[in-house]
């Protein structure tokens, strides 16, 4: 039996709806580019950042936000590194981005890239990944608390927990799950990720348990015939005291000026702004936290410091 943790993610549904005052592009700005913005992934296509990416370059384009194009590139070599590599060998160029995950930190931590999250230039938190623990929907388990007591009965070993990648995000909320509670797995790296779980809740093939977040998603519509994204709770509430979320950032490269990181934060407003961001927020599932500026320069500070700790504990530093 294959119990899995799968980052959520959705398909995105665009509307149609214009909101031209909003998304007009501004008559002046202290910079703008001059041009083409290239918008860089470290990580392959078709996965959550890619997806937000070429969400953003999508709504950038049809509002016309700016006058200069936008291109998304993939560069997800030795997990991010090729992308964070070349970001920040470009130091004071103000027309390349990237979008961050949380292998901000655990590409560093793990491997030997030189490269920290200090080399770029934050500029906005644009929401947070949830991270929900699914089982088979046949298994008679209905609550975290009736899992972990059977993960525990039947020995080190014996259940499998799936996630996406190794020494990421999803192993990682393994080890916190199994110092907490005593608990033993054997880690399973899967390809593919939330897209594949929520489909497999809607088949009946899944049930979820608990989401790693300290408050319930907001998010009502049914999903399945009986459950919503909010009528999961919270592995907190359940008596699993673990807490997890990803982040969708977007970054910089470092030297760059004030007036160029605003004119990025006014133009992620702007897509924030648009009908659409509504629905791949709820799509998605996000913890639609947001933050620029020195709130969200402490914030990844914050988070750095923690996955050190988390990684460390996981054995997962690089030697």
């Known amino acids: 039996m294959i119990i899995s943790t799968y ?92 979008i961050t995950l949380s292998n901000l930190f655990t590409t560093p931590l793990s491997t030997n890239t030189p490269f920290n999250w200090r080399d770029l230039t934050p500029v906005q938190m644009m929401a947070l990944d949830e991270f929900v623990l699914w089982v088979n929907a046949e298994a008679p388990y209905k609550t975290p608390k009736e899992y972990i007591e059977a993960v525990k009965k039947a020995g080190p070993g014996k259940f499998k927990m799936g996630g996406t990648g190794s020494k990421q995000e999803d192993q990682i909320i393994t080890v916190l799950i199994e110092k907490l509670t005593g608990a033993k797995f054997t880690y399973i790296s899967y390809r593919g990720g939330g897209d594949v779980a929520v489909q497999l809740w809607r088949a009946g093939t899944l049930r979820p348990l608990c989401v790693f977040d300290s408050k319930r998603m907001p998010y009502k519509a049914k999903i399945t015939k009986t459950m919503s994204w909010y009528d999961i709770p919270t592995c907190r509430g359940t008596g699993l005291s673990v807490e997890y979320l990803m982040l969708r950032g977007i970054f910089m490269p470092g030297e760059v000026t004030q007036d160029q990181v605003n004119f990025y934060i006014d133009l992620l407003k702007k897509v924030r702004a648009a009908p659409e961001w509504k629905t791949f927020m709820e799509l998605g599932a996000f913890n639609q936290t947001v933050m620029s500026g020195k709130d969200y320069e402490a914030w990844v500070a914050r988070e750095e410091a923690r996955h050190f700790l988390l990684m460390k504990d996981a054995g997962f530093l690089v030697h």
């Open 7 to 98: 980052q959520v993610r959705g398909s995105v549904a665009l509307l149609t709806a214009v909101a031209a005052t909003v998304l007009s592009a501004p008559a002046f700005a202290a910079w703008e580019p001059i041009k083409t913005v290239e918008f860089i992934v470290p990580a392959g296509t078709g996965g959550g950042a890619d997806q937000m990416a070429r969400f953003i370059q999508g709504t950038v384009a049809k509002y016309k936000l700016m006058k200069h194009a936008m291109v998304v590139i993939n560069k997800g070599g030795g997990a991010g590194a090729e992308g964070f590599l070349d970001v920040k060998d470009t130091k004071g160029d103000p027309h390349k981005l990237i």
